[in-house]
């Protein structure tokens, strides 16, 4: 007996029932699929995050937004109640407050001749620029000057200079926010989109004083970023700003607060409780979903063992040792999961590319997850394909051809 | 060629009876002889059948094949004493389906170990008459065709012996009748033929009948003329 020939028929014997293989292939390919993409689009997603958190985030800020227990989502108008007069006492008080900058936002609609945007305008003051460590790559940032005199002058994101300007150069051309003309003096730094999926690229920034003043009229603002001198004591620091501006609001004990403050720390364990889905809940999600293949390949496997039981006594009847038998149920075992895994693998990372690409991830390929998945189709193949057609093999082939 | 020696067969049901399929039989066949066993269901002339052809073990005495002791060979030699020595045909064919006729007849080869088998296959088919449907498949195949395809297939690796059970059964007179007109042929051409049927219009073309009853030989006659052997056993 060939050993070739053998493998060669039991491929050939796999071909004549293709549905069959197709299905078995299928329910290992699933699972490693679905392994395979969440484990890779997790980890880019991850890194992603860290990235992000650490670029708009540093070690050594605090944000405080308008409304209480609410972090990292926009404003709430009917509890906002945030001055900037209110950040600007904290900063007097507290000498740890090296630099603090007040931020306002709206979406507005933007105008250059024909061509209209919507963008998202952020009034900022020109410390922005250090305090959120975001400046112009071309043109210039403006000034406190421009600040005081609610000048409007205003910082365009690279998607909005596409927008409107397409390749013309947008420096010192006009432009229309809300029907208000402002001139634009300078190119933001590209950033691209944040964790939110928002494109930062679509941000225009005006004078925080301008944008409250002749934008929209209101005199609170929406969130502000403090600088302090000392990461070591920021829990502190944070703790300090909530008593100030509890005084300042009238806050009665027991009331909770209207505002909310947001320190790295407190970042962190948002991050790690985010790290825990995508690490851990996510591909126990799609372990499950390799089980379940697993469990529709093992089925199909075991009923086609089963069905051939007749088939297995009749090769013995002819002349086939227990060991071709075990051999032929191995390699139609090997190829179909083999199969199913590669094929899961490959589908598994074309589509964690795909979503990675669409949301600027960056997937990242792991191997642990692609063993993890071959493992568990192989071993599916081995439970449901091999063992059976072993004990198949060991029957009398009397018993077998019955 | 077969020796049986006080062979016998005990089969133990699911639900704890002990069943004498076999006792102390003892039986000869020589080589070249048309043998046909028969006997109500139940007497064991299956379980004789399968222990001829080493697909069962019997449970006490000896089976010499050629004045060697197959019984107690290993399961590997006994897979290739089968490969080489016996060819089997089974009332139900047992041919792979959506597997063409050749490849149904190598099957067999496939497990042996012989150095050359190119044209082997081909060659069994044209035995039986059946040249021209090499490529077949056996839901293409009548009944009758698929039996010839089935006796192809046993006589591929060219056995001594050949072991039919109830090869008839399953197939209307027509077919029955061509089919045992091959094997009159082969035996006519020096192939031991053995073959398990209850339908005595089969067994008449024998040229010996065993009759079995309770797992016993209870009449076994061997004239020169077949269709007096049958009369002779009942």
């Known amino acids: 007996m060939s050993t070739r020939r053998l493998v060669a028929h039991s491929v050939q014997a796999l071909a004549r029932y293709r549905l069959r293989t197709c299905f078995i292939m299928v329910g290992s390919l699933v699972g490693v699929a679905a392994l395979t993409f969440v484990v890779s689009v997790g980890q880019g997603a991850k890194r992603k995050m860290l990235t992000t958190v650490r670029q708009i985030f540093g070690e050594s800020s605090i944000m405080i937004g308008a409304g209480g227990h609410q972090m990292m989502g926009g404003p709430r108008p009917g509890a906002a109640r945030l001055t900037l007069d209110d950040i600007e006492a904290v900063a007097k008080a507290l000498p740890e407050v090296e630099l603090w900058d007040a931020q306002q936002t709206m979406s507005a609609s933007v105008r250059r001749g024909d061509a209209t945007a919507t963008a998202r305008v952020l009034g900022q003051s020109e410390r922005s620029e250090r305090v959120r460590g975001r400046s112009v790559s071309r043109g210039v940032y403006f000034d406190a000057g421009a600040v005081k005199r609610l000048e409007r002058v ?84 944070a703790r300090e700003i909530t008593r ?108 964690g590319q795909l979503v990675a690409t669409r949301l600027e991830l960056g997937a990242v390929f792991s191997w642990s997850a692609v063993l993890l998945g071959l493992l568990m189709s192989g071993l599916t193949g081995l439970l449901a394909g091999v063992v059976p057609a072993r004990r198949a093999a060991r029957l009398l082939p009397a018993d077998a051809l019955r | 060629m077969i020796e049986l020696h006080a062979i016998s067969k005990t089969y133990t049901r699911p639900s704890g009876d002990t069943v004498h399929a076999l006792s102390d039989l003892s039986l000869r066949i020589d080589r070249g002889e048309f043998v046909a066993i028969v006997g109500a269901s139940g007497s064991g002339k ?61 099957l067999p080869l496939l497990y042996s170990d012989r150095a050359s088998t190119t044209g082997l296959g081909r060659r069994a088919l044209e035995a039986v008459g059946l040249a021209d449907r090499l490529y077949h498949t056996p839901s293409e195949l009548s009944g009758g065709q698929q039996q010839r395809v089935a006796i192809a297939r046993a006589l591929v690796n060219e056995p001594d012996l050949l072991l039919a059970d109830e090869p008839t059964g399953n197939l209307d007179a027509q077919s029955a009748s061509e089919v045992m007109d091959i094997f009159d042929a082969l035996n006519r051409s020096g192939r031991t033929v053995v073959l398990v049927t209850h339908d005595l219009a089969v067994a008449a073309r024998a040229r010996r009948v065993v009759r079995l009853k309770g797992g016993r030989v209870v009449a076994d006659a061997r004239p020169t003329e077949p269709k007096d052997a049958l009369e002779e056993v009942q």
């Open chain 1, 154 to 237: 205003a910082l365009i994101g690279e998607t909005v200079a596409k927008d409107l300007f397409e390749d013309e150069d947008p420096l010192d051309a006009g432009i229309l926010i809300e029907s208000v003309p402002f001139t634009v003096i300078g190119v933001l730094e590209p950033f691209g989109t944040d964790l939110h999926g928002m494109d930062r690229d679509n941000e225009i920034v005006v004078p925080v004083s301008t944008l409250m003043r002749r934008l929209t009229n209101v005199d609170t603002i929406a969130a502000a970023r403090l600088l302090v001198k000392d990461p070591q004591r920021i829990e502190d620091t």
């Open chain 1, 244 to 351: 100030l501006l509890r005084a300042r609001h009238a806050l009665a004990v027991g009331q909770p607060d209207d505002f909310s403050i947001l320190t790295p720390v407190e970042v962190q364990r948002m991050v790690g409780t985010v790290q825990r889905v995508l690490s851990l809940y996510l591909p126990l999600a799609a372990a499950v979903t390799l089980v379940v293949g697993g469990i529709v390949a093992a089925t199909l496997m075991l009923a086609s063992v089963n069905a051939r039981v007749g088939e297995i006594g009749l090769r013995r009847a002819v002349g086939a040792h227990p060991q071709d038998i075990r051999l032929q149920f191995l390699v139609e075992t090997a190829v179909t999961t083999a199969g199913g895994g590669l094929g899961g693998i490959v589908l598994g990372l074309a589509a």
């Open chain 2, 46 to 106: 299956s379980t004789l059948m399968n222990l001829l052809g080493l697909l069962d073990r019997p449970t006490e005495g000896r089976y010499l094949f050629d004045g060697r002791d197959v019984a107690s060979l290993d399961v590997a030699n006994q897979a290739r004493f089968r490969n080489r020595y016996v060819g089997f045909i089974f009332q139900v064919f047992h041919l792979l389906p959506r597997t063409s006729a050749l490849e149904n007849v190598e």
